[in-house]
């Protein structure tokens, strides 16, 4: 039962163009959304986050938008930079604090100079 | 602050041996996490402490994967029979109250 999917393996960009990377979720009880960032051999990374009674939370470049009747959630990257070309992952809690987090897939990022 | 630590980076075994992975996490993070990333797919929480204790470890395989975190600190992570389908990259996390979750860079495991 895949609660969280992220629908696009990959996607390709140009340098200074937006990067739109997309979520669904299937439990209504995801209180937390996050997304992370991993590059090859790494980690994840947290990149940003928005509480479920938000629908939008901003930070520098990146944005992330929540819609909660469509359980959809989307990263934009803008302007995107090559340095962004990365495997992103959104991850659902059902906690306030974020913890015990369910992934998705991920998507595969290459933003081309 | 030091980063969450894991070793061994690489661990190649065959199936049916047993292996184990050692985590350090951040200083003063009470929550640890292991997660099993198998490749193509999304981070999967195998078990879930906070300090020493267990708070989540549903889907732990426990016929034949075991965790532990004495003194709320360290934790090992251990597998005894692997199977080929254990091949994967086990990440550690830890974190704070109300705070992201901090991976390592995890132990990639191959079962021949």
């Known amino acids: 039962d895949q609660q969280v999917k992220q629908n696009s393996p990959s996607l390709s960009v140009q340098e200074g163009r937006i990067s739109i990377l997309n979520c669904d979720y299937t439990n209504s009880m995801f209180d937390y959304f996050l997304w992370y960032k991993k590059y090859p051999a790494e980690g994840p990374t947290f990149l940003i986050s928005i509480s479920s009674i938000k629908d939008k939370n ?3 470049r990146f944005t992330v938008f929540l819609n909660k009747s469509a359980k959809h959630l989307s990263l934009h990257i803008v302007p995107s930079q090559p340095g ?30 | 602050e030091a980063g969450v630590a894991q070793s061994p980076r690489y661990k190649i075994i065959e199936k049916r041996q047993s292996v184990a992975f050692w985590c350090n996490p951040i200083s003063g993070h009470a929550t640890l996490y292991w997660y099993q990333q198998i490749l193509g797919q999304g ?39 692997a199977k080929l389908e254990d091949s994967a990259v086990y990440l550690c996390a830890s974190s704070d109250y109300n705070s992201p979750l901090h991976f390592g860079n995890g132990t990639r495991l191959t079962v021949t």
């Open chain 2, 43 to 81: 981070p999967k929480l195998l078990i879930q402490f906070q300090n020493n204790g267990v708070v989540d470890d549903s889907q732990l395989p426990k016929d034949r994967f075991s965790a532990e975190r004495l003194k709320g600190v360290d934790s090992t992570l251990k597998i005894q029979p």
């Open chain 1, 84 to 113: 962004d070309s990365a495997v992103y992952f959104c991850a659902a809690s059902l906690e306030t604090s974020g913890s015990r987090l369910t992934f998705g897939e991920g998507t595969q990022l290459t933003v081309n100079p």
């Open chain 1, 58 to 60: 901003e930070d520098g």
